[in-house]
């Protein structure tokens, strides 16, 4: 497999030819390593009609959820503090939507970006860690100590809403969701991993563990759950409600960029789709 400049060189010549036979064309990047995904949106989008579903379609409809469940918690966004157990490209696009959102709600920059926290597979991203951070991870390392397991970060962040992208099943282990329970009234729990296989936990265990005060939402789908008296319908967090509706949006608006002004606006529209039987 090409790499380096034969790889740049590959890309650069399919963009350019595609926006020459193509002039309408959106072009989107579908599974692209956390090495190759920001760098080549952040290359190219200024220049084509182009986005990245892995990291822009799943931040919107992660933040879409996140609005939703505010009803349900009865707070705001503002008052949320989120761990993230996956620092690649889709939990650093979610979190960079966080505080894309935050900002418009009135909240200075850093102190919306002190509200996002993530792991990676070496443990909490912290400035003590900066220098070895990909550069898409470091505006998330804050000042604090390092944290290699997710169960001590949960209790010392005291997280209100905990995020998997990490593609490591059971990675909510029973502890964590305990924690996570003890430390909210309703802690927001979002396993998106795919497929369910890969999922950090399962929506029954979710339940289970917190004693039903999840707000749940996963990935794939996971079946009804029947428990402590009462019948829970996971919900799904999956980039299908964004991802068709983005790209019709950039067409019919005949758009010649995909700002993230434009998918913070599909996210709130997403959000206000929720209906109160949904929730």
């Avoid at 920001?38 to 986005?51: D, H, I, M, Q």
């Avoid at 990909?134 to 005291?158: C, G, S, Y």
Wanted: charged share 20%; proline share 4%; hydrophobic share 40%.
């Amino acid at each position: 497999r090409l790499r380096g400049e034969g790889y740049d060189a590959l890309i650069d010549e399919f963009v350019l030819a595609a926006k020459e036979r193509y002039p309408g064309a959106v072009i989107q990047f579908e599974d692209f390593g956390k090495s190759n995904a920001f760098r080549l949106l952040n290359k190219y989008r200024e220049s084509v009609c182009t986005f990245n579903d892995d990291i822009q379609g799943t931040a919107a409809v992660v933040l879409a959820g996140i609005i939703a469940a505010q009803t349900l918690k009865g707070t705001t966004l503002e008052s949320e503090t989120f761990l993230f157990h996956g620092a690649g490209s889709a939990g650093v696009g979610i979190a960079n939507l966080i505080v894309s959102a935050l900002v418009q709600n009135g909240m200075p920059e850093q102190q919306a970006r002190e509200r996002c926290w993530l792991m990676d597979s070496k443990g909490l991203l912290v400035k003590s860690r900066i220098d070895s951070l990909d550069d898409f991870k470091r505006p998330f390392a804050h000042d604090h100590e390092v944290i290699v397991d997710l169960h001590t970060a949960v209790e010392r962040i005291k997280p209100t809403a905990l995020i998997g992208v990490s593609m490591q099943s059971g990675a909510f282990s029973p502890d964590i969701l305990r924690t996570m329970a003890e430390n909210n009234t309703r802690p927001l729990i979002m396993a998106l991993s795919n497929p369910t296989t890969k999922s950090e936990c399962t929506a029954e265990e979710a339940y289970k563990y917190t004693h039903g005060k999840a707000i749940f939402a996963s990935g794939s789908p996971f079946p009804t759950v029947n428990m402590f008296g009462k019948t829970y319908v996971p919900g799904q967090g999956n980039n299908a409600y964004i991802f068709p509706g983005v790209g019709l949006g950039i067409l019919a608006a005949g758009a010649r960029h995909v700002t993230d002004e434009m998918v913070l606006a599909a996210a709130m529209a997403l959000s206000e789709m929720v209906t109160q039987e949904d929730l």
